[in-house]
């Protein structure tokens, strides 16, 4: 089955793309997976492959030598990477996404001309690096206080300084911590009265002095993704480090909403994951299993049934989603796209759990990959700032109450 459902649909590039990461998930992630999972350490192999395909510059404009895919590609190739590996494709969104936001987001911002020069001379900068270098990005943004759900400025700041910013703060569930090259992080300026506006986001070299690495990693499921705690003391980087010029991150996150929905691509993946299994296994044509088949049970068949609806509700909205990615998307989308990432996130559990129960025992053991996918699936919804819970804020107050829109204070 393919993760673009019907696939003569696609462009050549996005076929080409999408068939390239099913080869590389069916041959190299999918059978490393499971030691990564066990031992909780990062992929660094998958990351090697990655490079040598040329998909560590996926999104990356062809002027800059990359692919220049574009939102709908990136998002089926990661897909299809998270129907392998979800940990490989949810810490491959982080490295995309920061050359999504200095790509073709930053492409449709409003800038002066001399941000605009400015933003081109540093993203070359960036870009050379993934695609001559094959150096790895990671986007830790998260801090444990509100500004991850976008209700408050950064508590890390860069104070600017001659030569460049001084950073400091902490970031938690840094995915890619110790792996990535240079972390992307969001900061504030530091300055009296700064608010959300002010922040900028800069490429902290991993070797620069004071960056630093701490914490356990143990989690219950994406263990591969190895999102450390981030520490960041009084690290110098020089102004060449804006992956935007200062203040536009705020414009890019406002303007632009489907990159916040780059997360749940992953997720897409892993509920086909859970799918094809289920299948695989109820045909016994799972490798290693004794050669019984369970397909004839009539309950079986209408929990294949029930799980096959459900994921091709969840394929519809990632695929409408998908293509109506844009800047300034209006009202309408935009709750489309709440919907659709909530939808994502919440039905890749379920197929999980159908999945488990529909092939029973033994299909849970450790041996097999279906228990980790169940595991990885529960961390979806989770991920700031479009929790299942934040979408579901999103949508209610936002189909009730038009911008600006307030009620009379109730006596
Ligand atoms: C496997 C994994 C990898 C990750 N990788 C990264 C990464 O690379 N980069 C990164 O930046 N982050 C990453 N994260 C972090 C993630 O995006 C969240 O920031 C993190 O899970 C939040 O955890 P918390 O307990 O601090 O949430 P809290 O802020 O304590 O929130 C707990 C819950 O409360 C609700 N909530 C929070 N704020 C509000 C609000 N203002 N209004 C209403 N409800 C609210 C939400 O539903 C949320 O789930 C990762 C997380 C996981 C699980």
């Not at 605009?116 to 094959?134: K, Y």
């Not at 003391?233 to 632009?256: I, K």
Request: glycine share 8%; hydrophobic share 40%; charged share 20%.
């Amino acid at each position: 089955m393919h993760i673009a459902g019907n696939p003569s649909h696609l462009t050549v590039q996005q076929r080409e793309l999408i068939d390239l990461a099913a080869a590389l998930g069916r041959q190299r992630f999918a059978p490393r997976a499971a030691a990564h999972d066990r031992d909780a350490s990062f992929p660094f192999e998958n990351y090697q492959d990655l490079r040598a395909a040329g998909l560590l510059a996926i999104c990356v404009p062809r002027e800059h030598g990359g692919l220049g895919a574009d939102f709908a590609t990136y998002v089926m190739v990661a897909a299809e990477i998270g129907r392998h590996c979800g940990a490989t494709a949810l810490s491959y969104n982080m490295h995309v996404s920061s050359t999504m936001w200095a790509g073709f987001v930053a492409d449709a911002l409003d800038m002066t001309r001399e941000q605009r020069a400015d933003h081109e001379h540093l993203r070359a900068i960036h870009f050379e690096r993934i695609v001559h270098h094959g150096k790895v990005y990671s986007q830790p943004f998260s801090e444990g206080g509100a500004a991850a759900a976008g209700k408050a400025p950064w508590g890390t700041l860069a104070r600017p300084v001659d030569g460049g910013y001084v950073v400091s703060g902490k970031k938690i569930f840094a995915s890619l911590a110790g792996a990535a090259d240079y972390y992307g992080v969001l900061c504030t300026l530091d300055k009296p009265g700064a608010t959300q506006r002010d922040t900028l986001y800069l490429a902290v070299p991993a070797d620069a002095p004071g960056v630093s690495v701490v914490g356990e990693w143990d989690p219950l499921g994406m263990r591969g993704t190895v999102s450390r705690t981030l520490m960041l003391d009084e690290v110098l980087v020089p102004p060449t480090a804006r992956l935007m010029p200062e203040g536009l991150y705020w414009q890019a996150a406002a303007r632009y909403p489907h990159m916040f929905a780059t997360l749940s691509p992953t997720y897409m993946g892993i509920a086909q994951a859970a799918y094809d299994f289920t299948v695989a296994y109820l045909r016994s044509e799972v490798p290693g299993m004794p050669p019984v088949k369970r397909r004839m049970y009539p309950t079986k068949q209408a929990a294949v049934a029930e799980m096959r609806i459900k994921l091709e509700q969840t394929r519809a909205l990632f695929l409408h989603n998908a293509r109506d990615a844009r800047i300034d998307p209006d009202q309408d989308t935009r709750m489309r796209l709440y919907a659709a990432h909530y939808t994502i996130m919440e039905n890749a559990n379920d197929i999980a759990r159908l999945a488990i129960r529909t092939c029973g025992g033994q299909g849970m053991l450790k041996s097999l990959p279906l228990e980790r996918l169940y595991r990885d699936s529960r961390c979806g919804s989770l991920m700031l700032p479009w929790t299942a819970e934040l979408c579901v804020d999103h949508l209610g107050r936002e189909s009730l109450y038009e911008a600006g829109e307030r009620d009379e204070a109730i006596e």
